[in-house]
């Protein structure tokens, strides 16, 4: 099977930062796109940004320049960098992995993963 597992998160003041990393583990040949989503109380998941695996990235409109997503290929990982932190960024951010072709027994995929999710509170 395929795991992801997130670090980073936590609270923050206003106008910080934070980073949050993500790991995919699993006999993995080869994620589609990695990315992070967020939901906040009350609110629908939403995609936050996303990157593939040929760099092509696509990020929420609210978080454009002050967020920004990398990948590491080869070691199946991703890292958002957020920066100019606001209260309205509170939420829990969940990594995700997309198109993943794997191997169990067989070949599998392509399928997609989550993370546990990991809190991100902005606040004074």
């Known amino acids: 099977q395929v795991q992801l597992v997130e670090s980073g998160g936590g609270l923050v003041q206003p106008g910080g930062s934070l980073r949050l990393s993500c790991a995919a583990s699993?006999?993995?040949?080869?994620?589609?796109?990695m990315g992070w989503y967020r939901q906040a109380p009350g609110k629908q998941r939403e995609l936050v940004a996303a990157?593939?695996?040929?760099?092509?990235?696509n990020y929420e409109d609210s978080v454009k320049g002050r967020f920004t997503i990398s990948r590491d290929n080869a070691k199946n990982t991703v890292t958002l960098q957020m920066n100019s932190l606001k209260p309205e960024d509170t939420a829990v951010y969940y990594c995700?992995?997309?198109?993943?072709?794997?191997?169990?027994?067989?070949?599998?995929?392509?399928?997609?993963?989550w993370g546990q999710g990991t809190q991100v509170t902005v606040s004074s």
């Open positions: 995700n992995a997309e198109g993943v072709i794997y191997m169990t027994d067989y070949v599998m995929g392509p399928d997609d993963f």
């Open positions: 699993g006999s993995i040949f080869h994620i589609n796109a």
């Open positions: 990157l593939t695996s040929i760099g092509d990235a």
